[in-house]
């Protein structure tokens, strides 16, 4: 089931007290359920494929094709719709909901959401820039971000060039976010560290693509008890 994904919206940030006394930073998702709109077919497309809807949306809101779409369905409206790739689509059925219980033997997982915007940057807060002299010989330019072109040949700035400009508010995903706990009850997931953007910010959560080997916390805990409680071999 992590093939697909949920779509969960940032609470904030809190923290959580281990036995062993430590602290680690979490960020509080609130995960919307999810419905199987459609099952896509290969033997239709050439490929499998599940579709799932988000949210709720006013009926007002929807265009005349969309109306058609869900009520042909036999379903509710849905905000947002998705599409994921699955290898085999006989696990869903239309109308099917999946909540949190998907992450149930799920440790790491990987999240994308958008950074919180920021304006016009100047090229020092965008790109780190360490500006220009502030002693003598600098006339009003100190955060500037200096010469960009070349001389006569070939007398262009080049595209990507690191300049003032819009920052933030771009989709970034964060891969390995390990899960600290789930409440199946709240529909509340706590991730560890923090996760890009701002509060209410929309946050699609995937079970970890790459194959981790890592330890989770607890796991790091209990190995750390039994550590201790194993007597120390005698020197020779």
Do not use: C, W
């Not at 998702?29 to 050439?46: N, S, W, Y």
């Not at 199946?184 to 995937?206: A, D, F, Q, R």
């Amino acid at each position: 089931m992590s093939e697909i994904a949920l779509l969960g919206r940032k609470l904030g940030m809190t923290r959580e007290f281990y036995k062993s006394g430590q602290l680690v930073p979490v960020t509080v998702l609130k995960i919307e359920k999810a419905r199987v709109i459609q099952v896509i077919d290969k033997d239709k497309r050439g490929y499998k494929a599940v579709q799932l809807g988000y949210g709720k949306i006013k009926n007002s809101k929807l265009t005349k094709a969309m109306k058609g779409f869900f009520a042909k369905k036999n379903t509710e409206a849905k905000r947002k719709l998705k599409e994921y790739r699955v290898t085999n689509a006989d696990n869903f059925k239309e109308g099917n909901e999946f909540g949190l219980e998907i992450f149930k033997d799920v440790k790491f997982v990987d999240t994308k959401s958008k950074t919180i915007g920021k304006g016009f940057a100047g090229a020092m807060k965008r790109h780190n820039f360490g500006g220009l002299r502030a002693s003598h010989g600098v006339s009003i330019s100190h955060r500037s971000h200096g010469s960009t072109g070349q001389r006569q040949d070939p007398g262009k700035v080049f595209k990507g060039k690191k300049m003032a400009g819009h920052m933030g508010d771009k989709l970034r995903t964060m891969q390995n976010i390990e899960i600290i706990k789930t409440d199946l009850e709240n529909e509340l997931l706590y991730l560890k560290g923090s996760i890009p953007g701002s509060k209410n910010s929309e946050v699609l959560v995937k079970g970890s693509v790459k194959n981790i080997k890592k330890l989770t916390i607890e796991e790091k805990i209990k190995a750390a008890e039994i550590a201790k409680k194993t007597p120390d071999k005698k020197k020779k």
